[in-house]
């Protein structure tokens, strides 16, 4: 009898450690239906608590969030109202949110949970050792079968890859406490995962890889969205300022063309500014670099994918409006981030978090 209650106890002590919420940023997207229905729908012990964080510009807590949340979830589900500061602020906000539970589970409003992704979440957690901050997911990315991947395609299944992504990422409290959360001045859905995870390592902590499987199915998407994405470009002005020029190694993340962009943008430039000077050789001389550096990265794109009409034709054009963009954006980066002081590597002593400090919670807007 004693070894039954002993066994009991502590098969009740791991469950409680491995108890866990999951904290879902969203602006509403119709694809939320579908990540909550799958997170209902999978096998194994669900969520103590669920935070949805509307991050809705403008609505201030004052519109109903269109989702219909499934009868298993809903006892545990609470809506808290974003700052529509982006997604690291609203994941600060969700776990702030969250209440004692020591695990937070970070997911996209787009993901799809696998049919078993709560047991193997359950086993992830009970493997996870006391000093690993984080344990990742398994991301795949649905492509089409019957034809070569777009550009954009091409660029969400990049998700698979991305090494601390969290489309699906579990974090311990402490973890997440020690180092003050996500940085808010990451504004968009990019760097701020990369950005948290390496100053938990800095703090001494680990992450772990898990076996859990979730979808993230490539989202509908306009012709210029490439184009959008360039924005991303001040974000690595910051990175490199916080982490230092070797974080891209670090963080197992593509170099990019910014090189190849500063080039062809200058030689655009250049042709210009000859033309304008009424120097017409050297115009016609930077013209051609100017052309060919554009043909080059427009037939990069086109040839790995399907090459219909549609296709050929956005990435002609917004071949043209990529280097410009990205240069544009890394200039802006260089001003708007231009005093961030580099992260201090060493181990957090006690006391000491490395990057931003944890703010006091403040008092959310609550509605169930």
Known sequence: MASHQNQQR????????????VVIPTLGRPSLDVTLRALAGAAGPKPDRLILVDDRPGTDG???????????????????????????????????????????????????PGPAWADDLALDLAAAAPGDAAVTARINVPLPTDRRPTDWERNTAGLATARWITADMAYRREALEAVGGFDERFRRAFREDADLALRVLAAGWTVAGGTRSTAHPVRPAGRWISVRLQAGNADDVLMTRLHGPDWWSRAAAPRGRLPRHLAVTGAGVATLACAALRKPGAAIGCAALWLAGTAEFALARILPGPRHRDEVTAMALTSVLIPPAAVW????????????????PRPAAPGRAPGPPLRPAREERVRR
């Open 10 to 21: 502590d098969s009740d002590t791991a469950g409680a450690q491995s108890a866990y919420a």
């Open 62 to 112: 004052t519109t109903e969030l269109p989702v219909e949340i499934p009868d298993s979830l809903r006892a545990v589900t609470t809506v808290v109202s974003g700052r529509a500061r982006g997604p690291a602020a609203a994941r600060n906000t969700g776990w702030r949110a969250a209440g004692g539970v020591p695990w937070i589970v970070f997911l996209d409003d787009d993901v799809v």
């Open 329 to 344: 954006h890394w200039l802006r980066g260089q001003a708007v981030h231009r005093e961030a002081e580099p992260l201090d």
